[in-house]
């Protein structure tokens, strides 16, 4: 099995910065993708930025220019730097993985959840 564990949620004011960092544990063989998705109160969850290994990130529309992603692929960790947070970006956000576990499966693996409100 593959746990992601978050953290760096918090509340700010709009305008401010976060920081989300992801790790990834269990029997991992490598990982292809790494990303951040997030659900607001009554919408569905969509994909905020992804990464996959060794190539080049993704953002939705509406985080470009504010978000950057990253990874360290040695620590199986995914970073999500927030900057000029509005309160359209509060939400619950999560951490995902996909790749190849130690026995040859592939899996798909989501975190808990860290909150993010963004609010004066």
């Known amino acids: 099995q593959v746990q992601l564990v978050e953290s760096g949620g918090g509340l700010v004011q709009p305008g401010g910065s976060l920081r989300l960092s992801c790790a990834a544990s269990?029997?991992?063989?490598?990982?292809?993708?790494m990303g951040w998705y997030r659900q607001a109160p009554g919408k569905q969850r969509e994909l905020v930025a992804t990464?996959?290994?060794?190539?080049?990130?993704n953002y939705a529309d509406s985080v470009k220019g504010r978000f950057t992603i990253s990874r360290d692929n040695a620590k199986n960790a995914v970073y999500l730097q927030m900057n000029s947070l509005k309160p359209e970006d509060t939400a619950v956000y999560y951490c995902?993985?996909?790749?190849?576990?130690?026995?040859?499966?592939?899996?798909?693996?989501w975190g808990q959840g860290t909150q993010v409100t963004v609010s004066s």
């Open positions: 995902y993985a996909e790749g190849l576990g130690i026995i040859g499966t592939r899996f798909q693996a």
């Open positions: 990464m996959p290994s060794g190539g080049s990130p």
């Open positions: 269990g029997s991992i063989f490598s990982i292809y993708t």
